[in-house]
Nanobody, 125 residues
Framework: QVQLVESGGGAVQPGGSLRLSCAASRSIFSNSAMGWYRQAPGKERELVAT???????NYADSVKGRFTISRDNVKNTMYLQMNSLKPEDTAVYYCNAKFHKVINVEGATRTMDYWGEGTLVTVSS
């Protein structure tokens, strides 16, 4: 059974830092593009940052220069270092894995989406 387990959320003052972790099942991690998404109260879920299997990264404009996504392929864990936090960063943060499953001998793949249950980040004075 595939599992994604987030941790590291909590309450912090504006300007503070947090590091989120996402522990993934070993069976999918190395072949998955990983990402962090967030959903604030009353808003739709939005992309925060993604990281490919080879380490290429992409960030939402709102977090560029403040957040850093990374992955440890030995520990099967993804991280999100969040610095200079703002009240508008308050949200539930979700871990996502896009697992590229090989479906035939020619190497064709099908992408399967997996989500964690989320961890709450609250930025408030």
């Amino acid at each position: 059974q595939v599992q994604l387990v987030e941790s590291g959320g909590g309450a912090v003052q504006p300007g503070g830092s947090l590091r989120l972790s996402c522990a993934a099942s070993r069976s999918i991690f190395s072949n998955s593009a990983m990402g962090w998404y967030r959903q604030a109260p009353g808003k739709e879920r939005e992309l925060v940052a993604t990281i490919t299997t080879s380490g290429g990264t992409n960030y939402a404009d709102s977090v560029k220069g403040r957040f850093t996504i990374s992955r440890d392929n030995v520990k099967n864990t993804m991280y999100l270092q969040m610095n200079s936090l703002k009240p508008e960063d308050t949200a539930v943060y979700y871990c996502n894995a896009k697992f590229h499953k090989v479906i035939n001998v020619e190497g064709a793949t099908r992408t399967m989406d997996y989500w964690g249950e989320g961890t709450l980040v609250t930025v408030s004075s």
